[in-house]
């Protein structure tokens, strides 16, 4: 469907590269003087970095710049990221990264997600006094929630199988960040103040946030030396002192025994109860590196994040129903109408078998085309499904509509952070990375500057699939199911988009929803994120952005009721253009507005 050519533009790549890095190096990340300017998008040659925060890009586009490769900038942008978004991602987290490698033509994915530890019990968030599972809040400040962090993990795997530099060469950077220190933006601020009766619980997290009591100023300059020398020691020492040595030690001594302030700041109304992580916990912990998912729509390749993520099923198991349906013979609302259902269908699959024990052929099944026409063909045109809807069987035999009955509803959550990033080489990495909530569960880890993960708050409290087992319940050595999508689509085996973005569970529906404006409406890659988004996880109510109003009254007259909900994800991409130019896409307004970068910029890009 597109033109894969060598334009006259194409033909300019070596000369406009050779001057670009030729150029003296730029000035330290901008980040350690000003505030930098959020750029959304921007279209030009030599490799593309997108994230939220425009420290982290830059620090991206000068690896790329200094002859990294899209591993090495997705790395040393992700650690920059653990400094200047510590509240949503870092070295106390973990995430999805899934890389393009233009070597091989092949996409590999790493699977660094949180896991519990050995002793975890299914009933670990049921008080057992009263036999009732906690309060959230409960929960995620807790010992309990935070599970063995995988980000480390996975920028070391990262960088050894496919990267060019070290790991220390890739913490620097953002050391020197953490350091020399950055300006406060109300992002930042309003993280900490909206946290600070959890973060003034404990010593060590009001000391680093709460300075004088209070969250620091927007326009101060902030600085985190602690975490700049964790990194450090792991640049030295690799990450064995994070996993089996002293900040091991440290982590676990903090699970185990919370270090409650003996004055705290605000009021937090629950008991802190310690977890119990052991070190034999994180010694054990490893990365895995499951086969991608993969769908086929409009042509093109899906590649997805299989389990423990549900984010390759649900975005491609959506995909493969709307691709049941000449979209383009249908109307807006029409398509709007598939597209919500398709979003249902896929989460009621998604809540019923997707888990970290699910088998790859049950995985593999749910994304064949059979089920996904058995699932299709329960779409009304005239008529939203009643939600939740029932799960489908995906047992290799399809044939008419079952009918849909009720199912169990879905929660959102709202952190986490995504980075794409794409080389000159034509390799792409495409990052979800989180601690779970905004803050996780509220603990640095004294002397290391890091906050830890609540992710095991993912877990399903309690079993909600009626007499059907629940696969995502808490267990010994479990990973969490996760929403986090990062995708990657290939064009005739070459790629052609990356993206992904934060957002709990309604990151599956952002991916999908910007797939569809790019893909169904044909809209440019900015517009398409710009895009007023809804969100239908099969549930009654459908949360949409203030903009989707102007779709809102056809869709409710087909039975869809909307919820206004103010913001849904904070997305990044690219796109590879037909003349060789790579744009980068950032959100434009959301989350503050993110920050694209390419290493040349060239044109403009389209509206
Ligand atoms: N913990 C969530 C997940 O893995 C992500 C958190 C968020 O984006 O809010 O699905």
Redesign the pocket.
């Known amino acids: 469907m597109r033109l894969r050519r060598r334009t006259a533009l194409g033909a300019l790549l070596p000369t406009l590269l050779a001057t670009a890095l030729a150029a003296p190096a730029p000035a330290a990340p901008a980040g350690a003087a000003t505030v930098a300017p959020h750029v959304p998008t921007v279209v030009g040659f030599g490799g593309a970095v997108a994230t939220v925060d425009p420290d982290a890009t830059h620090v991206g586009l000068d690896v790329l710049r200094h002859g990294g490769n899209a591993v090495d900038a997705a790395i040393a942008a992700a650690a920059t990221l653990g400094v200047t978004e510590p509240f949503s991602s870092g070295i106390g987290g973990g995430g999805f990264l899934v890389f393009y490698d233009a070597r091989s033509g092949r996409v590999r994915t790493i699977d660094g997600r949180e896991a519990a530890p050995v002793t975890m019990q299914q009933n670990a968030f049921v008080n057992p006094d009263t036999g009732l599972p906690f309060d959230f809040q409960e929960a995620r400040v807790s010992g309990i929630s935070a599970g063995v962090p995988g980000s480390l993990a996975t920028w070391d795997a990262a960088l050894r199988h496919w990267g060019t530099t070290s790991l220390k060469q890739a913490l620097q950077p953002a050391s020197r960040i953490a350091r020399r220190g950055f300006v406060v933006d109300q992002t930042f601020r309003t993280q900490i103040s909206d946290n600070t009766n959890a973060f003034g619980r404990f010593s060590s997290t009001s000391a680093l946030y709460l300075p004088g009591g209070q969250p620091p100023a927007v326009g101060s300059r902030w600085r985190n030396p602690d975490l700049a020398a964790t990194y450090d020691l792991i640049g030295r020492e690799g990450i064995g002192v994070f996993y089996r040595g002293a900040v091991a030690r440290d982590i676990v001594q903090t699970v185990t025994d919370p270090p409650l302030a003996a004055q705290p700041i605000g009021s937090w109304p629950f008991p802190v109860r310690p977890g119990t992580m052991a070190r034999s916990d994180l010694s054990d912990y490893e990365v895995r590196f499951p086969a991608p998912t993969r769908v086929s729509y409009q042509g093109l390749d899906v590649y997805g994040m299989a389990t423990p ?1 549900s984010g390759g099923q649900a975005v491609g198991e959506a995909l493969n129903i709307l691709g049941q349906f000449d979209l383009g013979a249908m109307s807006r609302t029409e398509v709007l109408h598939r597209y919500l259902e398709a979003s249902a269908l896929a989460f009621a699959d998604r809540n019923r078998y997707v888990g970290d024990g699910t088998s790859r052929a049950l995985l593999d099944e749910i994304l064949t085309d059979g089920f996904a026409g058995e699932r299709a063909c329960q779409i009304d045109p005239a008529h939203a499904l009643g939600k939740p809807v029932a799960p489908g069987v995906p047992d290799g035999s399809y044939g008419g509509c079952a009918s849909a009955s009720a199912g169990a509803p879905e929660t959102a ?4 952070t995504n980075l794409t990033v794409a080389d000159r080489w034509g390799n792409v990495v495409e990052y979800t990375l ?1 601690i ?2 905004i803050g996780g569960n509220a603990m640095v880890v004294p002397g290391h500057g890091f906050l830890l993960n609540n ?1 095991l708050t ?1 877990f399903n409290v309690s079993p909600t699939q009626g007499s059907a087992p629940d696969p995502n319940l808490p267990g010994p050595g479990k990973r ?5 999508a990062p995708t990657i689509v290939l064009a005739d085996g070459r790629p052609f988009l990356a993206l992904g973005s ?4 309604t ?1 599956i529906t952002t991916v999908l929803q910007i797939l569809l404006n790019r893909l169904a409406f044909g809209q440019s890659l900015p517009a398409a994120l710009a895009a007023p988004r809804a969100t239908q996880r099969n549930t009654a109510a459908v949360p949409a952005e203030p903009g989707f109003a102007a779709d809102q009254a056809a869709l409710a007259a087909l039975g869809h009721l909307f919820a206004a909900n103010p913001e849904i994800g904070a997305a990044t991409a690219v796109e590879f253009l037909d003349d060789g130019r790579i744009l980068a896409a950032a959100e434009p307004t959301r989350r503050g507005g993110g920050a694209a970068g390419v290493v040349v910029p060239f044109g403009s890009p389209p509206s």
């Open positions: 993520s959550g709202q952190s986490t989180t779970e909530q992710e993912d969490p199911r996760s929403s986090m934060p957002g709990g569970s990151i």
